[in-house]
Protein backbone atom coordinates (compact mmCIF):
# COMPACT_ATOMS: atom_id res chain seq x y z
CA UNK A 1 0.00 0.00 0.00
CA UNK A 2 1.34 3.76 -0.86
CA UNK A 3 -0.43 6.91 0.07
CA UNK A 4 0.74 9.55 -2.19
CA UNK A 5 0.22 13.35 -0.77
CA UNK A 6 0.17 16.19 -2.73
CA UNK A 7 -0.65 19.95 -2.60
CA UNK A 8 1.64 21.64 -0.19
CA UNK A 9 3.35 24.99 -1.69
CA UNK A 10 4.18 28.38 -0.29
CA UNK A 11 1.38 30.81 0.11
CA UNK A 12 0.80 34.35 1.67
CA UNK A 13 -0.60 34.71 5.32
CA UNK A 14 -4.34 34.48 5.04
CA UNK A 15 -4.17 32.12 1.54
CA UNK A 16 -5.43 28.66 0.95
CA UNK A 17 -3.74 25.12 -0.09
CA UNK A 18 -5.72 22.13 -0.62
CA UNK A 19 -4.43 19.23 0.27
CA UNK A 20 -4.87 16.05 -1.32
CA UNK A 21 -3.50 12.46 -0.57
CA UNK A 22 -4.28 9.15 -2.40
CA UNK A 23 -4.01 5.31 -1.54
CA UNK A 24 -3.24 2.90 -3.72
CA UNK A 25 -2.22 -1.05 -3.62
CA UNK A 26 -4.23 -3.78 -1.82
CA UNK A 27 -6.76 -1.89 -0.43
CA UNK A 28 -10.21 -3.83 1.33
CA UNK A 29 -11.35 -1.41 3.61
CA UNK A 30 -10.26 1.88 4.65
CA UNK A 31 -10.88 3.25 7.90
CA UNK A 32 -9.96 6.43 9.88
CA UNK A 33 -7.47 8.85 7.40
CA UNK A 34 -5.96 11.67 8.64
CA UNK A 35 -3.69 14.59 7.94
CA UNK A 36 -0.54 15.52 10.94
CA UNK A 37 1.67 18.08 10.42
CA UNK A 38 5.37 18.33 12.01
CA UNK A 39 6.59 21.83 12.29
CA UNK A 40 10.15 21.98 12.30
CA UNK A 41 11.54 21.88 15.82
CA UNK A 42 8.25 21.09 17.43
CA UNK A 43 6.68 17.70 17.78
CA UNK A 44 3.80 16.13 15.10
CA UNK A 45 1.01 16.85 16.28
CA UNK A 46 -2.47 15.27 14.84
CA UNK A 47 -4.17 18.05 12.69
CA UNK A 48 -7.58 16.41 11.81
CA UNK A 49 -9.13 12.66 11.45
CA UNK A 50 -11.88 11.72 9.47
CA UNK A 51 -13.65 8.36 10.38
CA UNK A 52 -15.41 5.69 7.52
CA UNK A 53 -18.48 6.72 8.67
CA UNK A 54 -17.87 10.96 8.43
CA UNK A 55 -16.66 11.74 11.84
CA UNK A 56 -14.44 14.66 12.18
CA UNK A 57 -11.90 15.78 14.75
CA UNK A 58 -9.38 19.18 14.60
CA UNK A 59 -7.26 20.55 16.63
CA UNK A 60 -8.30 23.53 18.25
CA UNK A 61 -5.55 25.34 16.52
CA UNK A 62 -7.04 24.82 12.65
CA UNK A 63 -11.02 24.59 13.50
CA UNK A 64 -12.89 26.82 11.23
CA UNK A 65 -10.43 27.24 9.22
CA UNK A 66 -9.51 23.52 8.05
CA UNK A 67 -11.30 21.10 6.52
CA UNK A 68 -11.03 17.27 5.84
CA UNK A 69 -13.24 14.58 3.67
CA UNK A 70 -12.63 11.99 2.13
CA UNK A 71 -13.69 10.43 -1.20
CA UNK A 72 -14.00 6.54 -0.75
CA UNK A 73 -14.37 5.89 -4.21
CA UNK A 74 -10.61 7.03 -5.03
CA UNK A 75 -9.26 6.06 -1.83
CA UNK A 76 -8.52 9.67 -1.36
CA UNK A 77 -8.19 12.43 1.94
CA UNK A 78 -8.61 16.16 1.42
CA UNK A 79 -7.20 19.02 3.56
CA UNK A 80 -8.80 22.30 3.05
CA UNK A 81 -6.98 25.10 4.69
CA UNK A 82 -8.27 28.13 4.48
CA UNK A 83 -6.93 31.64 6.46
CA UNK A 84 -3.51 29.83 6.67
CA UNK A 85 -0.75 31.60 9.22
CA UNK A 86 3.09 31.29 9.65
CA UNK A 87 2.61 29.21 12.34
CA UNK A 88 0.59 26.68 9.76
CA UNK A 89 4.19 26.00 8.03
CA UNK A 90 4.76 22.38 8.62
CA UNK A 91 5.56 18.96 6.58
CA UNK A 92 2.41 17.58 6.33
CA UNK A 93 1.63 14.08 6.37
CA UNK A 94 -1.22 12.40 5.50
CA UNK A 95 -2.00 8.61 7.31
CA UNK A 96 -4.85 6.05 7.24
CA UNK A 97 -6.12 2.41 8.51
CA UNK A 98 -6.09 0.10 5.80
CA UNK A 99 -7.27 -3.41 6.26
CA UNK A 100 -6.24 -5.77 3.69
CA UNK A 101 -9.20 -8.16 4.64
CA UNK A 102 -11.17 -8.38 7.52
CA UNK A 103 -8.50 -9.44 9.70
CA UNK A 104 -5.44 -8.08 8.37
CA UNK A 105 -4.30 -4.20 7.61
CA UNK A 106 -1.97 -1.29 9.41
CA UNK A 107 -1.55 1.93 9.84
CA UNK A 108 0.14 3.44 6.64
CA UNK A 109 1.69 7.00 5.68
CA UNK A 110 2.27 9.38 3.03
CA UNK A 111 5.50 11.05 1.96
CA UNK A 112 5.29 14.86 3.65
CA UNK A 113 4.22 17.65 1.46
CA UNK A 114 5.79 20.76 2.83
CA UNK A 115 3.41 23.63 3.11
CA UNK A 116 4.86 27.34 3.75
CA UNK A 117 3.28 30.51 4.87
CA UNK A 118 4.44 33.32 4.39
CA UNK A 119 4.57 36.58 3.20
Known amino acids: VQLQASGGGLVQPGGSLRLSCVASGSIFRINTMAWYRHPDGKPRELVAEITKEGRTNYVNSVKGRFTIARDDAKNAVYLQMNSLEPEDTALYYC??????????????WGQGTLVTVSS
Open 95 to 108: AADIRHSDFVGGSY
